[in-house]
């Protein structure tokens, strides 16, 4: 290894990407690059510190012990370098961020990072809207919002980064709505994901289902659910003690996993990049749960 040599922050971003994503193709959406150059750039980095940062066998490409040591000192380089053009971009009094959530991101799961982007960047403007991925789509694309993190079909509109939502049907506890004719479905407004794969699902089934309760709110279609008003199509990470999951056994069919995706505007400004990047990092640590 040369002591001398100069780490090139490109070449750190790009090892980032491959670690957090798992996978070289994936990395190289993220980064906008191709994947023949996220892995030259990734070999080059080796050749300069003189070790394997990955262990490339498996589904999953993971960092050795070598690379999580440097994984650490590369994500506060990255860090420090997108603070030092923030702290330099635009007057702070001008900036605002534009961002959508869906509800059950914009309570518990993101709120401390929201918190603490708020707390170190007093001058930013953060603006946060949640509720349906429907409406926060269409805010988005007409350029009303700068960060979008929505919820999609799998591979429909490509983002900064995506992870895997999957779903399941729950009912309460202590009732089987199932045996009910018609069945009595918890759901969300017209536009959401959820209620079209509701609604298409008992319809191919031949089943008849009535919309026994309908909220915007995503603890209110939770709490219908625990106390029996009807079947739901929830992430699987929301269940709760007070949920049962209905599966094939229970005549309902697998639904295929959505995906969490955060877009963002062309033109983002510096600060913009920060939270993008915190977000991503929080979606991962939820996605990890």
């Avoid at 919309?211 to 709760?240: D, K, Q």
């Amino acid at each position: 290894m040369n002591l001398n040599a100069t780490l090139d922050p490109v070449l750190l971003r790009s090892f980032v990407a491959v670690v957090d994503t798992g996978s070289f193709t994936r990395a190289a959406d993220s980064t906008h690059l191709t994947q023949s150059t996220v892995s030259q750039q990734v070999r080059k980095l080796e050749a300069q510190l003189g070790c394997e940062l990955l262990h490339r066998k498996g589904r999953y490409i993971t960092a050795t012990l070598e690379g999580e040591r440097v994984l650490s000192y590369a994500r506060r380089i990255l860090q420090l370098m997108n603070e030092a053009v923030a702290q330099t971009s635009i007057s702070l009094e001008q900036q605002k961020i534009r961002l959508g959530v869906p509800e059950d991101f914009a309570t518990h799961a993101i709120m401390p990072t929201l918190s603490a982007f708020s707390s170190e960047y007093p001058g930013i403007r953060l603006e946060v809207k949640s509720g349906l991925c429907s409406d926060i789509w269409r805010e988005f694309q007409r350029g009303d919002m700068d960060l979008a993190l929505v919820k999609q079909r799998q591979g429909s509109v490509p983002g900064l980064a995506c992870w895997p939502e999957p779903l399941c049907w729950i009912d309460s506890l202590h009732s089987n709505n199932l045996d009910n004719h018609p069945v009595p479905l918890v759901t969300f407004p017209i536009g959401g994901l959820y209620r079209s794969e509701m609604a298409h699902t008992f319809d191919r089934l031949g089943r008849n289902w009535r919309l026994a309760y309908v909220s915007t709110s995503l603890s209110g279609v939770c709490c219908a659910v625990e106390a029996g008003f009807g079947v739901s199509l929830l992430p699987r990470r929301l269940v709760t003690a007070q949920h049962r999951i209905l599966n094939e056994r229970d005549g309902l069919p697998p639904v295929p996993d959505l995906e969490l995706t955060l877009h963002a505007q062309d033109k983002l400004s510096a600060h913009s990049k920060i939270l993008a990047d915190r977000l991503i990092g929080a979606c991962n640590d939820i996605c990890r749960q």
